[in-house]
């Protein structure tokens, strides 16, 4: 069985890992934020349309926050 490629860039899906987090765009432009494995430092959360970085910067001010 071989999985159906769709060749429009728009439609491939990418994550981007970062400290223990897996950042999965959203198609309304928002990131979707989850811990790779439990136990859990931060729940899940959804952050509004912006920038990698400024994703990273979140979850650094977070992890900060919950230290």
Do not use: C
């Not at 491939?12 to 439990?38: H, T």
């Not at 430092?41 to 977070?62: E, H, Q």
């Amino acid at each position: 069985m071989q999985a159906a490629l769709d060749p429009n860039p728009a439609h491939q899906r990418w994550v981007v890992r970062y400290r223990g987090f897996v950042l999965i765009p959203q198609s309304d432009l928002s990131w979707l934020v989850r811990p790779e494995r439990s136990p859990m430092s931060l729940l899940p959360f959804r952050t509004p349309a912006s920038s990698v970085d400024d994703v990273k910067a979140l979850i650094d001010w977070r992890l900060n926050q919950a230290a």
